[in-house]
């Protein structure tokens, strides 16, 4: 009996002694506690879950620009980034994610996302001694100007007509057009397209940047040749 005894009690002993350091059989610790979406605070979880999908791993570019782009980042404000995130980008696939608007973000989220980019992946350093166009353009262009900036600049990969080449796709496409909007254009021909081999507004012609005028005039050519009604197969009958 009296060793019954003290074995109920060692076992008690053990009990609480296990109960004191909060470490019972199969207790899961917080790292095993999934957060919940509203929790989460790390920038790779929140840009793998949130933007990975369009802007690629690591933002190196999908269907998506490329986040990720040094240049782009050279020319884009956090405000633009913060809107973009958080409100959309109208007339594109780029969806609202700030949880007022229809997302499932914080504010506090966004900020991280926005943050992280530019610490992540700016490279102020590769750009001390240039000068890009500036992200929006504040004149109106001249398509004529334009057309003769893409024969130029644009014309040996892309084609005369711009209808593409072994080397780059057709710029004029009707359906690209109908896709992407003007800003979406100057942003690409300032910030290219590193996942996709296309240069920078310094990479075009050697030694020879194009300037904010250029850039400017060339969206505006590229903006002419959209389609009074992208996608319609056949002209009408009237």
Not at 31 to 46: K, S
Not at 96 to 125: N, P, Y
Not at 206 to 211: K, Q
Request: aromatic fraction near 8%; charged fraction near 20%; glycine fraction near 10%.
């Amino acid at each position: 009996m009296k060793l019954r005894c003290l074995y109920f009690a060692c076992g008690i002993l053990g009990l609480a002694f296990c109960v004191g350091c909060d470490r019972l059989p199969g207790k899961p610790t917080p790292a095993d506690i999934e957060l919940e979406p509203g929790q989460i605070r790390d920038f790779a979880v929140l840009f793998r879950q949130n933007c990975s999908g369009c802007h690629g791993i690591d933002g190196k570019g999908n269907g998506a620009f490329a986040l990720n782009n040094a240049a782009y980042l050279a020319i884009v404000s956090d405000d633009v980034l913060r809107k973009a995130t958080s409100h959309g980008v109208p007339g594109t696939l780029m969806p609202a994610f700030l949880k007022s608007a229809g997302g499932t973000l914080s504010d506090e989220q966004i900020q991280i996302l926005v943050h992280e980019m530019r610490v992540r992946w700016s490279k102020s350093e590769e750009f001390a001694n240039a000068t890009p166009p500036p992200y929006a353009a504040s004149t109106l262009g001249d398509p004529r100007r334009g057309a003769a900036a893409y024969a130029a600049f644009c014309a040996s990969c892309h084609g005369p007509d711009g209808m593409g080449t072994p080397h780059g796709s057709a710029i004029v496409d009707g359906s690209y057009l109908a896709l992407v909007s003007d800003q979406g254009l100057r942003t690409l021909v300032i910030a290219g397209r590193p996942d996709l081999q296309h240069p920078d507004w310094r990479g075009y012609v050697p030694n020879h940047p194009l300037n904010a005028e250029e850039v400017t005039d060339l969206v505006s050519w590229l903006a002419s040749n959209r389609a009074m009604n992208p996608g319609q197969p056949y002209p009408s009958k009237d």
